[in-house]
C-alpha cells in the first residue's frame, strides 16, 4: 500500500472512529470548511458546520449507541492532490425515533479528499444504503 | 457562468438527455473507461462496460418509458481539472419488475469529473434517492 493510499484510507476509518466515540469535534476535522456531505436520505449539508450540526443531532437521538465499521476501503488518486474513496460499512445499535432498536444496516460511503498541508481533507461525501435483492428502489 | 461551469453542467445535463433517448451507447461514453459508479441501492460497477450493461438492462425494462429531468446543478472544482458536481432530479414513468406504474422519485446526484483533451469525463458517479421527512433511512 503507498503512503498516500493509507493516509487516506486512515482518514476513513477515523471518520468511524469519530462516529464510534460519538465525538462530533474530532468528526467535524476531518471536513474542509466548505465540504458538502448528502446523507442517505438525500440531505444536502453545505459546510462543515451544517455537517457537525446535523451529526450532533443524531448522535445526541438515534445514533447515541450505534456503531459504525467501514470495511473495503477502495482509494483511486484521479489527480495526485485529489482522492475518491469508497468504502463499504456497517451499522449497528441504532434506534428509531421513539427509541427501538433498529436491524442492522448496510451501506457505501463516497468520499472525495484533497491534500493540504496538513494532511488529507474530506470536501465531498455521499452515502447510500444497500437495498439488498433491489435493482432499484422499490417503492 | 464560467466556460467550465457550463462545460461540466452540459454533461449532467446531457447525462438524463441520453437517459430520455434511452441512448445508453451515449449514455456510456459520458464516463471514463475506469469510472465507478454506485446506485440508489447500493450496487457498485466498475469501469464503463459494468455501467453501461446495468443501465441497458434497466432501460430495457423499469426504465424503459422513464424520464429524467435534472436541475440545481452545482459544481465545484477543488483543482483546475477536477470537478465535483451535485444535482437534483425528478424519475417519471418507471415501473416495477411486474410491470405497474412507480409514483415519482426524487434523488440526488453527484458526478466527479476530470478534463480530458477531448472534454470533462465522468469518473465517479454516486447516486441517493431522497426520503422526504425522515432525517435516516426508515425501516
Redesign the interface.
Known sequence: MSDAVAEVTQVVLTFAECWNRHDMNAFAKLFAP?A?F???????WKGREEIKKAHE??HAT??KNSRLTISDVSV?F??A??A?A?ARWVLEG?V??EGSP??V????L?N?L?KTPIGWSI??S??????EG????P?
Do not use: C, K, Y
Open positions: 466548505d458538502e448528502v446523507n442517505v436520505v438525500g440531505l444536502w443531532f443524531t438515534m445514533f483511486r484521479p489527480v492532490d485529489i475518491i469508497r441504532h428509531s425515533p433498529l436491524p444496516r448496510h451501506g457505501i463516497l472525495v484533497a470536501i465531498d455521499q452515502n447510500t444504503d444497500i437495498i433491489a435493482l432499484s428502489r417503492q
